[in-house]
């Protein structure tokens, strides 16, 4: 791949020593390999392939989406305004029990167009048919951590075919793509997995030295039903079934007590914040705060697009930045640099990509978004952090790139036929609804 470089842009790196400047960066193959303040150097100029004209442009991060279901892109305006269970159990599991492998690759390949398009560079999947998830990751050009969701409420024979199918496909997959794709080891929820098949997806996930990934803490009704079966809420449950002996990542934490996120905080677990999903589920607002003053990782997710209904991370980031404001009725709470490491840095941070993404930095991946400025809601130039934030939307995006990789040029995918994608999706929409 060739070396290249982007001259007399303005730069959110993410990076403390260095958090914002106006200036140049520098990519070979893979890696942003330079960068500094000014014009470039003439020696940078002169090793370059390609220069790009970064005048009028914002660049940082590509964004890290650590939970979701693409597929689920499918079912977007079905079943809106229900609570969880109802919306799950009566709208959402009986359409999802018809899917194929081609409609989760259709579901899947939709979510990629909306994710690159709107900054998503990186993102987390639990889902089924995952083979064909990881098949767009790698036509694509993303970057995914990828899981086999597994829920656990069916016959012993076919709890040990979900389990070997989850282990088959971290086997098969982990590290593939050039590296891009990585894989984690995901029991669906306490609530859909019994104890001792729970324990069965640990002792996997020690046996193939991976991470876990579940949704945990979700609702009041999720907590209360674990009470209820178990004797203890979802953190303690989770933990005495070793769960947290392993790197893991939950998904919505809603529902939290001062003890667990203490408890969390000593496992090193980390929290994707569904601000969007929970909303509009009425599952409750997360203490968000609370676990970031504990020293917890929180990071962003959208969700499903069933649940959303879009997979627009700067949604989601916006969204972290005002809703903690209006809860806690403290301004300060979130700032919006948080809320913006929660979408990038801490993202990474939560699945193990600190150090190979997250921030603009010599020696990490070029996974680098680009905003456009010449807008009017960027204006005056002020605060940039503040405008990403408050006023930006994946819409701002211009130019995507993924392992020095450009995914999108001028708001134009180049490794994807979107045109296709939208009509398959909806063909495969029209025969799930019979």
Avoid at 22 to 51: F, K, S, Y
Avoid at 118 to 141: C, I, K, L, P, Q
Avoid at 164 to 192: C, E, L, N, Q
Avoid at 343 to 358: D, N, W
């Amino acid at each position: 791949m060739k070396r290249w470089l982007i001259n007399n842009g303005t730069f959110l790196t993410m990076d403390e020593l260095q958090p914002q400047f106006t200036g140049w960066l520098a990519v070979d193959g893979t890696r942003i390999v330079a960068m500094g303040e000014g014009p470039a150097p003439q020696h940078e100029l002169n090793a370059a392939a390609e220069i790009i004209d970064g005048t009028g442009y914002l660049y940082m991060p590509g964004l890290v989406n650590t939970h979701g279901h693409a597929a689920m892109s499918l079912l977007r305006g079905v079943g809106g305004d229900l609570a969880l269970q109802d919306w799950l159990q009566n709208h959402m599991w009986p359409m999802e029990a018809k899917f194929t492998g081609d409609d989760v690759y259709w579901g899947t390949a939709l979510s990629a167009v909306e994710m690159i398009k709107s900054g998503t560079t990186t993102f987390v999947d639990m889902y089924d048919h995952m083979n064909r998830v990881a098949e767009v990751v790698e036509t694509s050009g993303m970057r995914a951590s990828l899981t086999r969701g597994v829920i656990g409420l069916c016959p012993e024979d076919v709890q040990r075919a979900k389990l070997a199918d989850a282990i088959g496909f971290a086997k098969d997959w982990h590290g593939a793509a050039d590296g891009r794709i990585r894989v984690m080891i995901s029991p669906h929820a306490p609530y859909t997995c019994p104890p001792d098949f729970i324990t069965k997806f640990v002792q996997a996930a020690h046996d193939l030295d991976l991470p876990m990934h579940t949704h945990m803490s979700e609702t009041i009704a999720e907590v209360e039903q674990n009470v209820r079966d178990y004797g203890c809420r979802p953190v303690e449950h989770l933990d005495r079934l070793g769960m947290f002996s392993r790197p893991t990542l939950v998904a919505h934490g809603v529902h939290l007590t001062d003890e667990e996120i203490a408890l969390l905080a000593e496992r090193k677990v980390a929290v994707s914040h569904n601000p969007v999903s929970n909303l509009k589920l009425a599952s409750g607002v997360a203490r968000v705060p609370d676990l970031l003053k504990a020293g917890v990782t929180v990071s962003l997710g959208t969700d499903g697009a069933a649940s959303n209904n879009n997979l627009n991370l700067f949604q989601e980031i916006t969204t972290a930045a005002l809703i903690h404001k209006g809860v806690s009725g403290d301004p300060t709470v979130i700032p919006a640099s948080e809320a913006l490491r929660m979408g990038t840095l801490y993202g990474a941070r939560s699945i193990g990509l600190e150090g190979v993404t997250g921030q603009l930095k010599p020696g990490l991946k070029a996974d680098i978004i680009a905003l456009s400025t010449n807008k009017s809601h960027f204006v005056p130039h002020t605060d940039l952090i503040s405008h990403v934030v408050y006023g930006s939307t994946g819409n701002d995006v211009s130019h995507v790139w993924v392992d020095g990789r450009q995914l999108l040029r001028n708001g134009q995918l180049l490794t994807l036929d979107e045109e296709r994608i939208m009509a398959e999706a909806q063909r495969c929409y029209e025969r799930l609804r019979g």
